[in-house]
């Protein structure tokens, strides 16, 4: 037969125990979350320029007239043209820009057609050890984020 005594429950040092334990592992947490941040900078900034491109693609369809995403590799910068405002990348991240190999003149960025083709490439973007690919087909115009 067990016997209770009258007093059950945990100790003071063993709550203090328990509790140590918790804020080491948050403290653990915590560094990891700020250590990953930069790489989720890249992915945002890498998905924000994807869907600038998508809408640019957009607009030159629907109003029928070419718009161009200049890309600055040296500044770290793209702009929409006509109309759009310089967008500059998270610092410590590097961006290049490879247009597709057949075109014959070297353009500055991605330029859409009314008619739904493209002067394609690839967009890389680099900061931390990580990369994200950004590549426009030009058949299709369609554009494709990989990591």
């Not at 994200?132 to 087909?137: C, E, G, L, Q, R």
């Amino acid at each position: 037969m067990l016997r209770r005594s009258a007093a059950s429950g945990y100790t003071l040092l063993e709550l203090l125990v328990v509790l140590a334990v918790a804020g080491f592992v948050m403290a653990g947490v915590a560094s990891y979350s700020t250590q990953s941040m930069p790489g989720t900078k890249l992915k945002s900034a890498a998905q924000r320029l994807a869907d600038a491109l998508r809408t640019a693609q957009a607009t030159a369809v629907t109003d029928g007239t070419p718009v161009t995403v200049a890309i600055s590799s040296s500044s770290g910068t793209y702009l929409v043209e006509p109309g759009g405002d310089a967008t500059t990348l998270p610092s410590g991240t590097s961006l290049s820009f490879t247009p597709d190999s057949f075109l014959p003149t070297k353009l500055p960025g991605v330029r859409f057609f009314p008619d739904g083709s493209a002067a394609g490439g690839e967009i890389v973007f680099t900061a931390g050890g990580r990369s994200f690919h950004i590549t426009v087909d030009w058949l299709t115009s369609r554009v494709t984020l990989n990591d």
